[in-house]
């Protein structure tokens, strides 16, 4: 859970609320291009919940099980964002639905961002 | 793009993204609150409550906003009122007498450590709900 695993998540999921934005602005609606974005912010973030699984389970830091059970819920809860906000984002054509897809984007950010909070203080 | 389809309903367009922003926090705030309250309850119970009584809240004006229920619009009016009177006042507090609640909760402080948004979504809330009024 340190190193440039979780930035890249975290700068993955920031670049996706960003563009997602930009379709807001200009009155687009979802596309493919914004699915495949979406995917690698997804993928970037599990990435860093399988190194955080593996990185626990080995042991030796620090973290006491409580924290350790919040980590990995954090990043559990945030694997379901991106998900369930593009389903909730195609449910009408409007910059609101749009918008919620920054929404669950913007709080994946946050997650990952919590759960390297939650690693360096153990 | 088209305006929200039917005059009234709380959850199309922008109505949506509040949506959306009010499922976070009821799932953010239950989420602490329950962890507050089984791990160090007796730390700071006043604002364990409070937690507790913001993540109600923000479940209640989900579910209002988004038309669940018999009477949703009813719900979220209530709802952003409370959550409108309880950021104000444990805001407050929190200023004034930081040590009467011993610990964080989504509303100290205005709401400073979630970027404020717990100060601005009662407006935000209550701004919709009068906008989709019929």
């Known amino acids: 859970m340190t190193g440039p695993l979780p930035l890249i998540a975290i700068v993955a999921s920031l670049a996706l609320t960003v563009v997602v934005l930009a379709y807001?602005?200009?009155?687009?609606?979802?596309?493919?291009?914004?699915?495949?974005?979406?995917?690698?912010?997804?993928?970037?973030?599990?990435?860093?919940?399988?190194?955080?699984?593996?990185?626990?389970?080995?042991?030796?830091?620090?973290?006491?099980?409580?924290?350790?059970?919040?980590?990995?819920?954090?990043?559990?809860?945030?694997?379901?964002?991106?998900?369930?906000?593009?389903?909730?984002?195609?449910?009408?054509?409007?910059?609101?639905?749009?918008?919620?897809l920054a929404v669950a984007s913007l709080t994946l950010a946050f997650m990952v961002l919590r759960a390297t909070q939650i690693w360096a203080a153990g | 793009m088209s305006r929200p389809t039917r005059p009234g309903s709380t959850r199309t367009g922008v109505g949506l993204t509040l949506v959306a922003?009010?499922?976070?926090?009821?799932?953010?705030?239950?989420?602490?609150?329950?962890v507050q309250l089984a791990t160090k309850a007796d730390e700071a119970p006043v604002a364990y409550a409070l937690s507790a009584v913001a993540a109600l809240v923000y479940v209640a004006a989900t579910l209002g906003l988004a038309e669940v229920g018999p009477a949703p619009r009813r719900l979220a009016w209530a709802a952003v009122l409370f959550e409108l009177v309880?950021?104000?006042?444990?805001?407050?507090?929190?200023?004034?007498?930081?040590?009467?609640?011993?610990?964080?909760?989504?509303?100290?402080?205005?709401?400073?450590?979630?970027?404020w948004l717990p100060l601005v979504l009662p407006f935000a809330g209550i701004a919709w709900l009068a906008h989709t009024r019929r």
């Open chain 1, 24 to 100: 807001v602005v200009l009155g687009r609606v979802p596309d493919w291009g914004l699915l495949a974005l979406a995917g690698a912010a997804e993928a970037a973030a599990l990435v860093v919940t399988v190194v955080a699984c593996v990185q626990l389970a080995r042991g030796g830091h620090g973290l006491d099980g409580a924290q350790g059970a919040t980590l990995v819920g954090y990043l559990l809860t945030g694997l379901l964002l991106l998900p369930i906000g593009f389903a909730w984002s195609l449910a009408e054509r409007s910059r609101g639905a749009t918008a919620v």
């Open chain 2, 21 to 34: 922003v009010y499922a976070v926090f009821a799932l953010s705030a239950t989420a602490r609150s329950a």
């Open chain 2, 86 to 115: 309880g950021v104000l006042v444990v805001g407050t507090v929190s200023v004034v007498a930081p040590g009467v609640l011993a610990d964080q909760t989504v509303w100290s402080s205005y709401g400073a450590g979630y970027g």
